[in-house]
């Protein structure tokens, strides 16, 4: 039996989702798990809904339950009877709710999302499966749709709900109908509920938001509590409100919220309660109405996050310069740290500022050498850490000053540029460097706290999450901040494994990898030049650890010259955007994930960008990157980073790394599962020939990368234990069409290791002689010996061996290259050298002699036992003793 049910006092959201989700499982009956919304159940009485099959709760039989299908509705403890159910390993549960979900919940489908309401995530599900509603069904939904949405005027109402709603239009729903059922009259005691509540009214501060609290209390239930809630917020103009009313036995709960500081959903789950953001609910036995208006306060407190301030935006450290430094170093600095201003200091205190539109103009004029102290700027306004960002404002837009000092006593703590607050306003606040838990972005695609640590106790290996706890520990002792960076946080949130774990430490990293040699199993490898450090752990696990830094570039291409800065200016200094995501390891704020550029977004979008437009010419390597990133994510170039990409290339910059670094970040590209699509688009961005002229990815190129593809994927199902580099196999594809003097010109210029150079040039060379004997008798080597192609084959690598197998456009060829790998190349007689000797044969060219003869007979089943490899060691030498020879080749 499958059921579908919703929360208890369902209101028409849970009754539109149960009537869609009929559609999709019309085996299914549709039980309400407890009561009803007053104007549900009038509106079920007075207009029966076609196809509706509805149960009663106490003739549905649990044991016989298969399926339970929850619609607006994700916890147990909301639903009744039905509770137990989801405990049961024999029902499966599928969940459609537009609530988040809370920690630990499994189910065997799950669909939420953050919409207006749970009947826009039914209608995306009935358009996929091409099911249409008729028009009392329609109807239904898009009373569900309008009342969870507030007619399409909530704050989260979402573009997809106006969507659904034209859907449902479109399908015949009565909006007279919906209009008559959503403006009901108040019933009289509706109306001494809300003069109550009104009566009792008062407006709490927390954090510096004000809260309205309200309460009331009768003696009989009242239903439609959400319409007096929505009433007293627009009377009253209300930002946040909790309304509290006494039902009989029970305290039943309303919040709502405009405000992204209060998450409502949260105040009200610590009673028990459930919802979002901006609206939720709670139902609350076995305390008084006296002492949940007490707890209140308290639970708001925990909740409600600040508003902004001065310290939430600034950026530390901040970059000064002595007031007496001439101006052509303050020049120099601005270029470095690419920035517009910097902050004058005399003896460590805060005197002036200049600018970089200042220090251009004199030094135009050559006053270079002139102290900064005769053209710095000496008004300007200052904000302390805790200055509200009005007040920065007013300083940015009124007063026109870009850069705004923060400034505790006498000491400069901080800054805060046009730019910050710019991206402030714009992003609704995800890029601060605290985020807060919880507060999705503007664009509803910011991950909260809670759903961040159920990736991570879903995707993360538990290795790297006792890792995380033990760090934060340590963190804790030592009262320094801790962030997991880099790749490990991107494909965590792609649910990609990815175990190379990078960890930034706002402090000096290499006395905290000290600390952790002290208290754990492992070694530290400490870099004291770029304040980095490996730990790597008694099983063999690696943890790179760095210190928060940025870095600029004397010259393009050159290594950076490293600097401490704080985690946004690190996150900065990144490649791509992708790639500035951090996660919070310290205690108070494990599992926050913090985005001050965007990560999420591209993420989300499959996009690739840069951060800044001198990101290609600064660090060339990242063109390679870039591609590589692109090819194995799936993603694209963002249009404007692809601009920038082309135009580093056709400016040869790429000419001014060091050639290995180049070598190396080509040999992990052609690492990558698919490497053919990476050489493909650095050929179609000009990339392939500005490394080399003569490297050209054509059409049989690209037939030598799949069947390259397809040997190494069998090659490593075969499970031998010895080790190759894959990479190596795709290189001799990419170099297939050029002569020995081509490849030696593209090893001088990579300056490609000896080893490789070797394997390159002078192996490949003697290997394809051999492969090319092979060519030549694929119509017959189905009658080659195995001896004779061991002894073809004998000494040549594991990379050319596969190499060969892609060259070749002989299925036979290929085959024979297979039977040589896995019943050739290891085969080995019996008899050893030490038994040969035993048996009085003489050391020297007649015993390697012996050996090659037991071998090739054995290779063509000549021999089977041990006996048979005696016997013909014995009938050899009679052979030689009869010859009178004394030497063999």
């Known amino acids: 039996m499958d059921i579908i049910t919703t929360h208890i006092n369902a209101d028409f959201d849970c009754l539109g989702s149960m009537v869609a989700a009929q559609l999709l499982y019309p085996e299914a009956l549709a039980v309400f798990a407890g009561a009803r919304e007053p104007a549900v159940r009038d509106f079920l009485e007075q207009n029966p809904v076609s196809g509706l099959r509805l149960g009663r709760i106490k003739e549905v039989d649990l044991d016989q339950v298969r399926r339970l299908i929850l619609v ?69 939904m898009m009373l569900g749709l309008y009342e969870d949405t507030g007619n399409l005027l909530f704050p989260s109402t979402t573009g997809e709900d106006f969507a659904a709603a034209a859907w449902l239009l479109a399908c015949g729903a009565d909006l007279n109908l919906v209009a008559d059922s959503l403006s009901r009259e108040l019933s009289s005691l509706q109306v001494e509920v809300l003069h109550q509540l009104l009566q009792s009214r008062t407006m709490l501060t927390v954090n510096g938001i004000e809260v309205c609290l309200a309460q009331a209390s009768v003696d009989r239930y009242v239903g439609d509590l959400a319409v007096l809630a929505h009433k007293i917020r627009d009377m009253e103009n209300l930002d946040a409100l909790i309304i509290a009313v006494r039902l009989e036995d029970r305290v039943f709960l309303v919040a709502r919220s405009r405000l992204p500081e209060v998450h409502v959903g949260r105040v009200l789950a610590e009673l028990g309660g459930g919802g979002h953001a901006t609206a939720a609910s709670a139902t609350v036995r076995e305390q008084t109405l006296v002492q949940i208006m007490e707890q209140l306060p308290s639970i708001l407190l925990r909740h409600v ?50 600018t970089r539109q200042t220090v251009e103009r004199a030094l135009h004029h050559g006053l270079g050498e002139i102290a900064v102290r005769e053209y710095m700027s000496m008004e300007f306004g200052i904000v302390s850490p805790r200055a509200p960002l009005a007040e920065v404002q007013e300083i940015i837009v009124g007063q026109r000053q870009r850069f705004v000092p923060v400034v505790e006593g006498e000491k400069l703590v901080g800054v805060i540029t046009r730019t910050d607050l710019l991206r402030h306003l714009v992003s609704g606040g995800r890029s601060l460097c605290q985020p807060q838990p919880g507060m999705p972005g503007s664009d509803g695609i910011s991950l909260e706290r809670r759903q961040v640590l159920r990736l991570m106790e879903t995707r993360l290996p538990r290795r790297v999450r006792q890792l995380f706890g033990d760090l934060s520990q340590v963190a804790e002792a030592f009262g320094i901040r801790i962030y997991a960076v880099g790749g490990s946080v991107r494909d965590l949130v792609l649910n990609k494994p990815n175990l190379d774990v990078d960890v930034v430490v706002e402090g000096n990293a290499i006395r905290f990898a000290h600390e952790l040699e002290q208290r754990f199993d492992c070694r530290v490898r400490a870099h004291e030049k770029f304040v980095t450090a490996v730990v790597i752990f008694a099983d063999g696990f690696k943890l790179d650890l760095a210190s928060t830094r940025t870095e600029y570039y004397l010259e393009p291409g050159a290594l950076p010259t490293v600097e401490e800065a704080s985690l946004k200016l690190d996150l900065y200094r990144r490649d791509f955007t992708i790639n500035t995501l951090a996660l919070s390891l310290n205690q108070d704020s494990y599992g926050e994930l913090i985005d001050y550029f965007g990560a999420q977004r591209d993420l989300r979008d499959g996009a690739i960008r840069v951060l800044h437009n001198l990101s290609f010419v600064e660090d060339p390597t990242r063109i390679l990157r870039a591609v590589r990133f692109e090819q194995r994510l799936g993603f694209s170039l963002g249009l404007h980073t692809e601009h920038l990409l082309r135009s580093a290339v056709a400016m040869d910059f790429l000419d001014r790394i060091g050639p290995l670094r180049l070598f190396n970040e080509l040999t992990i590209l052609l690492n990558e599962a698919v490497p053919w699509k990476g050489v493909q688009r650095l050929q179609e961005l000009g990339v392939l020939a500005k490394i080399s002229p003569l490297l050209i990815a054509d059409a049989e190129t690209a037939r030598q990368f799949q069947q390259a593809g397809r040997a190494i994927g069998w090659y490593e199902l075969l499970y031998t234990g010895e080790k190759f580099d894959a990479w190596v196999v795709y290189l001799l594809c990419l170099f297939s069409a050029l002569k020995p003097s081509s490849v030696e010109e593209i090893c001088d210029k990579l300056t490609i290791p000896q080893r490789w150079r070797n394997l390159l040039v002078d192996e490949r060379q003697q290997a394809w002689s051999l492969f090319n004997q092979l060519e030549r008798q694929h119509k017959t080597l189905s009658r080659l010996p195995d001896s004779q192609l061991a002894e073809q084959l004998g000494g040549v690598g594991t990379e050319l061996l596969l190499y060969g197998m892609a060259r070749t456009h002989h299925e036979s060829v290929r085959l024979k290259f297979s039977h040589y790998v896995t019943a050739v190349r290891e085969t080995k007689p019996l008899l050893s050298g030490k038994d040969l000797l035993k048996m009085g044969c003489c050391p020297g060219p007649k015993l390697g002699y012996l050996l090659r003869q037991l071998r090739a007979a054995r290779l063509d089943g000549l021999i089977q036992t041990r006996d048979d490899e005696i016997a013909l060691v014995d009938r050899l030498r009679q052979q030689q003793e009869t010859a009178g020879t004394n030497s063999v080749d």
Not at 76 to 94: C, K, N, T
Not at 305 to 329: E, F, G
Request: charged share 20%.
């Open 72 to 140: 607006d509705v994700n916890s147990g403890e909301r639903i009744g009877p039905f509770s137990e159910l989801i405990e049961r390993e024999d029902v499966e549960l599928h969940i459609f709710d537009h609530h988040p979900l809370p920690p630990g919940c499994q189910a065997d489908v799950v669909v939420v999302e953050r919409v207006g309401a749970t009947v826009t995530l039914m209608v995306r599900q009935l358009k996929q499966r091409g099911l249409i509603p008729d028009a009392s069904q329609a109807t239904v």
């Open 305 to 354: 996050r600040p508003q902004w301030q001065a310290q939430h935006l600034m950026t530390a450290p901040v970059r000064t310069i002595d007031v007496d430094a001439p101006l052509r170093q303050a020049s120099a600095l601005l270029t470095r740290y690419t920035i517009n201003a910097l902050a004058v200091l005399e003896q460590g205190t805060l005197v002036g500022l200049v």
